[in-house]
């Protein structure tokens, strides 16, 4: 079995990696975001936690956590961004170990935005998928709808690019076509495959 944390600012193309991993390479995928979402879930313990600490003003009328309003309330004081990461953090990265050692899988692959320390999973290998700035903007708006000013906010609370670098084993440089991402992904499994023979 092989692990790989694969992460990237916002906007820089994970999707498409992991799409490909996971279709032409039959990787296990797990996306931290989408395990966070569900422990924030009504009746899961992130649920919990996350309304003991924020009170119930975040809540819909429906009783679930207003994800919007949530975000916004990140993104604007990061007090209560390093208070929901506190909380949520641990109890995805416990879950995800658990999938892990779970799991039947030869490849896996973690993929996740934020760096920190409390990320480490056991992997063999990090990932950074990088694009630039311009790529990033103009993908965020034709994808997401997001305004240039609202894009750079998003990029300014994530890791700088030097922090990414400093801490993972290889560069996906996703500036270009899909076929600059197949083969850049042939190149480096075939090339791993080799190392292990």
Same mark, same amino acid.
């Given at each position: 079995?092989?692990?790989?944390?694969?992460?990237?600012g916002v906007g820089a193309g994970k999707s498409l990696v992991l799409s490909i991993l996971e279709n032409e390479y039959g990787a296990e995928v797990i996306k931290a975001d989408e395990v966070a979402r569900e422990l924030m879930e009504p009746g899961k313990e992130g649920y919990e936690l996350?309304?003991?600490?924020?009170?119930?003003? !975040?809540?819909?009328?429906?009783?679930?956590?207003?994800?919007? &309003?949530l975000s916004q309330?990140?993104?604007?004081?990061?007090?209560?961004?390093?208070?929901?990461?506190r909380i949520i953090h641990p109890l995805v990265w416990k879950f995800i170990k658990g999938k892990i050692s779970s799991s039947q899988?030869?490849?896996?692959?973690?993929?996740?935005?934020?760096?920190?320390e409390k990320a480490d999973v056991g992997y063999d290998e990090m990932w950074y998928v990088y694009a630039?700035?311009?790529?990033?903007i103009r993908r965020l708006f034709e994808n997401r709808g997001y305004e240039e000013e609202h894009s750079k906010r !998003?990029?300014?609370s994530q890791a700088a690019e030097?922090?990414? &670098?400093?801490?993972?084993d290889r560069v996906i440089k996703n500036d270009g076509s899909m076929e600059e991402i197949r083969d850049q992904l042939a190149?480096?499994?075939?090339?791993?495959?080799?190392?292990e023979s």
């Amino acid at each position: 079995m092989r692990v790989i944390g694969l992460t990237g600012g916002v906007g820089a193309g994970k999707s498409l990696v992991l799409s490909i991993l996971e279709n032409e390479y039959g990787a296990e995928v797990i996306k931290a975001d989408e395990v966070a979402r569900e422990l924030m879930e009504p009746g899961k313990e992130g649920y919990e936690l996350i309304v003991t600490a924020l009170g119930d003003s !975040i809540l819909k009328p429906d009783g679930s956590i207003d994800r919007k &309003l949530l975000s916004q309330c990140i993104f604007r004081d990061e007090r209560i961004r390093n208070a929901v990461d506190r909380i949520i953090h641990p109890l995805v990265w416990k879950f995800i170990k658990g999938k892990i050692s779970s799991s039947q899988a030869k490849l896996i692959v973690v993929e996740f935005a934020i760096m920190g320390e409390k990320a480490d999973v056991g992997y063999d290998e990090m990932w950074y998928v990088y694009a630039s700035e311009e790529v990033r903007i103009r993908r965020l708006f034709e994808n997401r709808g997001y305004e240039e000013e609202h894009s750079k906010r !998003i990029m300014a609370s994530q890791a700088a690019e030097s922090e990414y &670098l400093a801490r993972c084993d290889r560069v996906i440089k996703n500036d270009g076509s899909m076929e600059e991402i197949r083969d850049q992904l042939a190149q480096i499994l075939k090339n791993r495959g080799q190392k292990e023979s």
